[in-house]
């Protein structure tokens, strides 16, 4: 895609519509991601990212492995304290609370549009 990301916020255009997006590209902002957070109003992307944990979270996330495109890798839910697996061809990571992305209809295969600011 050849896109310079930066941290804001944005809107995700998924199959469902539209999301509200926090973009996470700087290293301190995806270090953060939803440490300390007691839920999420939309969407994290985090960018560039293969793989994530859930240590001292405080609620279950739906994570979204996309690659270059923003075709949508795989979908995995995760409770808090567990480490995934880095996914092969992951570039960027989305992150929701558990539940969100079946019915945003973000699934494998499906392709999805970030409009930032």
């Known amino acids: 895609m050849g896109r310079a990301w930066h941290d804001g916020t944005g809107t995700l255009h998924a199959p469902g519509g539209a999301v509200p997006l926090e973009i996470a590209a700087s290293y301190r902002a995806r270090t953060r991601g939803l ?11 985090l960018t560039p990212a293969g793989g994530v944990h859930t240590f001292r979270m405080r609620f279950p996330i739906d994570v979204a492995y996309l690659d270059r495109e923003l ?13 995934g697996r880095p996914r092969p061809r992951a570039r960027h990571v989305l992150e929701a609370e ?14 999805i549009t970030v409009q930032p600011g």
């Open 35 to 45: 440490l300390g957070r007691d839920g999420l109003d939309g969407a994290l992307l």
């Open 71 to 83: 075709t949508v890798l795989s979908v995995r839910t995760m409770r808090p304290g567990r480490l």
């Open 98 to 111: 558990a539940g969100a992305m079946a019915g945003w209809g973000v699934r494998r295969g499906v392709r």
